[in-house]
């Protein structure tokens, strides 16, 4: 099981703002290991969408942002848009099971 | 642009063996650390295996480690998962990406290679 918590799933309508959390520990997240973001759509590569708690690597637009406080991160999405359903993913460092660690995942639907 | 392809799924009995491939291209192979990711059918993603530019260091998941051997050929710009002793619960989609070793992020990922465990 995952050591990284995020909600199953989050709506939206489109032009909306929605957020993902991210809840970790004292041994990855609250530990200063940086978060990253990742969206998976069927049949497309998956992507990484924030990188260092919230940079954005090229060509991601600026609709989305990361935040990083104390064991927990948020992804958010400002202007929802129809191709922005899919499943985004939080990633970490945990350094008591000295390994990379996933979210949970949660799924995106815009309404 | 950065490719990664993998290749070597299939369907394979509990117990038995399988050598997954990753072909990269669009970027300098033998400077970037790479891994392994898989999803299981339903599940979310799991870190499987790390290695560094030259082959090493490599890291394994506890669900891999004495069971999958990650390494790469930089003249080939491929890297490879050997994993034996599969279990049912291996069974998944096996994702490379190259990886920076600094922050631990996942830059690039490839579409993926199903692996079925079944008897």
């Known amino acids: 099981q995952s050591v990284l918590t995020q909600p199953p799933s989050v709506s939206g309508a489109p032009g909306q703002r929605v957020t993902i959390s991210c809840t970790g520990s004292n041994s990855n997240i609250g530990a200063a290991y940086a978060v990253h973001w990742y969206q998976l759509l069927p049949g497309v590569v998956p992507k990484l969408l924030i990188y260092g708690n919230t940079n954005r690597p090229s060509g991601v637009p600026g609709r989305f942002s990361g935040s990083r406080s104390a064991t927990s991160a948020s992804l958010a999405i400002t202007g929802l848009q129809a191709e922005d359903e899919a499943d985004y993913y939080c990633q970490s460092y945990d350094i008591s099971l000295s390994g990379y660690v996933f979210g949970t995942g949660t799924k995106v639907t815009v309404l | 642009e950065v490719q990664l392809l993998e290749s070597g799924g299939g369907l394979v009995q509990p117990g038995g063996s399988l050598r997954l491939s990753c072909a990269a291209s669009g970027f300098t192979f033998s400077t970037y650390a790479m891994s392994w990711v898989r999803q299981a059918p339903g599940k979310g993603l799991e870190w499987v295996s790390s290695?560094?530019?030259?082959?090493?260091?490599?890291y394994y998941a506890e669900s891999a480690r004495g069971r999958f051997t990650i390494s790469r050929d930089n003249s080939k710009k491929t890297l490879y998962l050997q994993m034996n002793y599969l279990r049912d619960e291996d069974t998944a989609v096996y994702y490379c990406?190259?990886?920076?070793?600094?922050?631990?992020?996942?830059?690039?990922w490839g579409q993926g290679t199903l692996v079925t465990v079944s008897s």
């Open positions: 290695t560094g530019g030259r082959g090493t260091p490599s």
């Open positions: 990406a190259n990886h920076n070793w600094d922050d631990g992020r996942f830059d690039f």
